[in-house]
């Protein structure tokens, strides 16, 4: 039996922001390339809409890994979530407070998550205050099997 993971990446790219309208609503981040996959059977990559989707083999119990570093508007709070299906996943989060504009930071989670055929995983981010920018200057999401159903 094959492990089953795979990656969305953003590296190295000065400039990339995400503007989140309102406080504590979440957007998903849309500027991610594609990164290793394992077999397309069990995790699918799907760089142009931003998530990785569990294929027709894949059910089964993920190590969840979101490594993320950028900027943010003055005295900001960044808040990053995964998200299966639409639905926040709360086990599965980071905060980053902010202070000078010119203050850089990182954030990074890491968990479990049980998942099945058909399930779309997502990172999004919100502030805390309205009308923000969240620049990344790398950002790594993967997905790797612990368990594989049968």
């Excluded at 083999?57 to 979101?66: A, D, F, L, M, P």
């Excluded at 639905?87 to 599965?92: F, G, I, S, Y």
């Amino acid at each position: 039996m094959s492990d089953a993971y795979g990656e969305l990446c953003t590296f190295n790219e000065p400039g990339l922001a995400l503007n989140i309208p309102v406080a504590g609503a979440f957007v998903k981040w849309p500027h991610f390339d594609a990164g290793l996959a394992g077999p397309t059977d069990l995790v699918e990559v799907d760089a142009a809409n931003n998530e990785l989707e569990i294929a027709a083999n894949g059910t089964g119990v993920y190590r969840v890994n979101v490594a993320w570093s950028g900027y943010c508007s003055a005295n900001t709070l960044v808040h990053a979530s995964i998200h299966v299906n639409g639905v926040r996943q709360t086990k599965l989060e980071f905060d980053r407070q902010m202070g000078a504009t010119t203050d850089r930071g990182s954030g990074v989670l890491n968990g479990l998550i049980a998942l099945a055929v058909g399930d779309v995983v997502d990172l999004r981010f919100t502030t805390d205050i309205n009308n923000r920018n969240i620049t990344v200057i790398h950002l790594d999401l993967v997905l790797a099997t612990i368990v594989r159903s049968i």
